[in-house]
């Protein structure tokens, strides 16, 4: 498996960078609170698959991407979905085992736990909000996965990614 | 199966001392520098990259409007246009006037600050910050820490500026403060952010001061980071609850702060679009 050569690794990059492209695009002042998480989503999709291609360097990459275009501490993004990926690296032959269901309860799980993670290290290093709604984005995500995941198998099996 | 078990080990630990460090050093170490000025340019491409859609529509509207519809308007714009060249004639007499009273007072005259255009490009997508992405950087003679006005008063300033990118903060970030005067009497305060766009919460404004709801809050000038005299909000609450030392006030920014296109940057050094009221 480790010894497997990489095909189609600029499938991944591309997905990655048309959700975050995805995530800039702009909502209404009440529906930004909702708005599902594509980046992450897309990178946990990636993760689940390829856990031996995309691990915690690729989340941190990313992390820091969306921390950078949100203006926040790069840092603490980077941080939360890489806990995130952790949990998925150690437990992904039991996540792909799920029905569709578990795994967007499991989705919305990690994202709140990213979530939750990164404004525990924003408040750290300066001041962070108390308003539970920036949970909400973990629950639109779930109803996301999906979607995410059909459209990435296609991709990936159309293409061979490994 | 164990071996790489373990090689998750090292890459996280590796991950998690570069954060780590990221995390302190990020926003302030004067060797990253660079590194977050290309950054930023790096995010403001992507902005620009995800506002094409719409950016394309708005030139399509734009390319069949009707030629009466242009005309109506460029009417409309002179009309305009005249009007406010004749305040400005009227303003230019009253600045000089209040210089040489400021000048018989014995302290120094304000600043004629030059102001440039800048485009809005994106709004960040985290609903908790209140930032904004502008296509004016470094080249454009943009620095950190210069004010951004709207046509009603201040907006924010620059927190970070790329080559032809920055970032600016509203004024009503979780993060930001601005230091203010009530204009009807020169009381001093402080209006703080509340994470709503819509208020400001002015601090530290003792149960006994004269301060009422209505009252035009301008900038006082102190902490050197805004020039004196922009309008910044309207006072809509004066709350005095018994026993408390301060009373609560809160105000209503003037700028519209979630509306239009355009922002000016206050007193940045190549400006494309001069604006000099002290002739």
Known sequence: MIAQPANGRWVIWLTLLGAVVLHLVPLSENLRWWRPDFPLLVLFYWVLALPYRIGVFSAALVGAVVGLL??????????????????ILITYQRLRLFTP????IMMALLLAFAYVLERW???????????IRFLFPAVTSAFCWPLVRGLLRGLRRYYEVT | MFLKQNHLGYRLF?????????????????A????????????????????????????????????????EQVRRLEQENLVIKGQTQRLAAIMAENARYRALLNSAALVANEVMVAEIIGVTPDPSRHILMLDKGRSDGVTAGLPILGADGLMGQ?????????QALLITDLTHAVPIQINRNGVRGIAEG???????????????????????????????????????????????APGE??????AAPLAALDKGKHVLVAGSDKPSLVVDTAQ
């Open chain 1, 101 to 104: 269901l578990q795994q967007s």
């Open chain 2, 245 to 250: 030392a301060f009373a609560t006030v809160h």
């Open chain 1, 121 to 131: 290290l924003e408040g750290f290093v300066g001041v962070a909000q108390s308003d």
């Open chain 2, 32 to 71: 990253l520098g660079g590194v977050r000025a290309f950054a930023t340019d790096v995010t403001g491409s992507l902005y620009q990259i995800a506002g094409t859609p719409a950016r394309l529509w708005d030139g399509l509207g734009e390319f069949w409007v009707s030629r009466t519809a242009l005309q």
């Open chain 2, 194 to 240: 509340a994470g709503d766009l819509n208020t400001l919460i002015v601090r530290h404004i003792a149960a006994t001061t004269d301060i009422k709801v209505g009252d035009l809050l301008v900038t006082s000038g102190l902490a050197r980071r805004f020039p004196q005299g922009y309008p910044v909000a309207k006072v809509i609450s004066v709350e005095l």
């Open chain 2, 158 to 166: 620059v927190i970070a500026v790329g080559e032809n990118h920055s």
């Open chain 1, 70 to 87: 949100e203006g926040g501490p790069p840092s603490a993004v980077a941080l939360g979905a890489v806990a995130a990926t952790v949990i």
């Open chain 2, 14 to 30: 590796a991950v998690l001392v570069l954060c780590s460090v990221g995390l302190f050093w990020w926003r302030d170490h004067a």
